[in-house]
């Protein structure tokens, strides 16, 4: 099975930060960057490392096989979801300690909406991966 690394990132446009509300609240946060899917990752992952995405999705579950197998880097706490078009997307990784505590109090199923960047990952066989390394989890 072909493995998909990827940090998973939503929204619409190309860069991170806020826009501009329009209603009698000001601003609101929402992400910007390149909206992305699994196999966007997978297919198209050279175009996108480095640059700002976005990923919608769900939650399913923190595992850490990935982090230990792929990564060899204990300050990332890995974890997986399904993508909005039902993909599940198993290479997410975030910072253990801004990240971990929430993503292991996440309900499976529970929406997200997950900004960050694709990154190339290579394995201790030195097959290359793309992964999602998501900066910032909103719910």
């Not at 880097?73 to 890995?78: I, M, P």
Request: net charge positive; charged share 25%.
């Amino acid at each position: 099975m072909r493995a998909i690394v990827a940090c998973i990132l939503l929204a619409g446009v190309v860069g991170c930060g806020k826009k501009a509300g329009s209603g009698a609240g000001g601003k609101e946060n929402q992400p910007v960057g390149k909206d992305v899917t699994a196999k966007e990752i997978e297919t198209f992952g050279k175009e996108l490392v480095g640059k700002p995405c976005v990923m919608r999705c769900k939650f399913q579950m923190v595992s850490d096989t990935w982090v230990r197998n792929l990564l060899r880097d204990d300050r990332f706490v890995g974890f997986f979801v399904i993508d909005s078009k039902g993909e599940q997307f198993q290479f997410v990784f975030a910072d253990k300690e801004k990240h971990g505590r929430k993503l292991i109090a996440m309900n499976r199923g529970e929406n997200l909406l997950l900004i960050g960047k694709v990154q190339t990952v290579e394995s201790s066989v030195r097959t290359k991966y793309y992964a999602f390394m998501v900066e910032e989890i909103q719910n």
